[in-house]
């Protein structure tokens, strides 16, 4: 079974730029979750989407947003690029909305901010 | 605000030795403790805890919870070089799929 698919793998952009990740949970599970890693340090949680709603949002500004479509597919969008954004991108997927099973994570994007 | 700590922040042994990782968390309605192994991308999933005191075990690896003392450790036996990564410890809420990440432990084991 596929795993949790995450693109572009990489993708450098410049400041003020605008950029769109995409993520493909494993199938069967209607829960994706978006994570920045920063380098040295663990994931910080940016959103949580189930069954397209918005279930959770971590502690990012509003440049940041994410949408989930019918098929669980999900976007992250990052507005007005900062150098401060540049980090590694992760998205996990689990069956559920309540934390009760693991969350599984894509290889994740890398993300570079020149 | 929720809090995971990991010590120690790295460690180096040599293959055959036994190494314990600690996690601590404050974390408002508690509900599970994750670990996690991440090599170069993905974090791959280990253990997930939510009852303190149950040992879970996979081959070398076991993790126990400690809800009173709000800390969990992850012991790796007889460690091989592959056993090499970042280890995360994370910890979730009863309000989903938001977890709260520690630092991390960058295990080094040398032949």
């Known amino acids: 079974d596929a795993g949790v698919t995450q693109s572009p793998t990489h993708l450098i952009k410049t400041r003020g730029q605008q950029v769109t990740l995409r993520c493909s949970p494993i199938?069967?599970?209607?829960?994706v979750s978006w994570y920045q890693q920063v380098l040295g340090q663990g994931p910080q949680f940016i959103f949580q989407?189930?069954?397209?709603?918005?279930?959770g949002r971590g502690n990012f500004p509003d440049r940041f947003s994410a949408r989930q479509f019918p098929n669980y597919s999900s976007e992250l969008n990052v507005n007005a690029l900062l150098l401060g954004d540049s980090a590694l991108y992760l998205c996990?997927?689990?069956?559920?909305?309540?934390?009760?099973?693991?969350?599984?994570f894509g290889d994740g994007t890398r993300l570079s901010i020149l | 605000e929720d809090k995971v700590v990991q010590s120690p922040l790295s460690l180096v042994v040599h293959e055959g030795d036994t190494v314990t990782l600690n996690c601590s968390y404050e974390?408002?309605?508690?509900?599970?403790l994750l670990w996690y192994k991440q090599e170069k991308k993905a974090p791959t999933f280990l253990f997930m805890l939510?009852?303190?005191?149950i040992e879970k075990k996979s081959g070398r690896l076991s993790s126990i919870l400690d809800k009173k003392e709000l800390s969990s450790i992850l012991n790796i036996t007889a460690t091989q070089t592959g056993d090499s990564a970042i280890y995360l410890c994370?910890?979730?809420?009863?309000?989903?799929?938001?977890?709260?990440f520690g630092g991390g432990t960058r295990l080094m084991v040398k032949p």
């Open positions: 996990a997927s689990s069956p559920g909305s309540t934390g009760g099973q693991p969350q599984h």
């Open positions: 199938s069967g599970h209607k829960s």
């Open positions: 989407y189930y069954e397209k709603e918005e279930r």
């Open positions: 974390v408002t309605n508690f509900r599970s």
């Open positions: 939510t009852s303190s005191g």
């Open positions: 994370a910890a979730n809420n009863n309000a989903g799929n938001m977890l709260t």
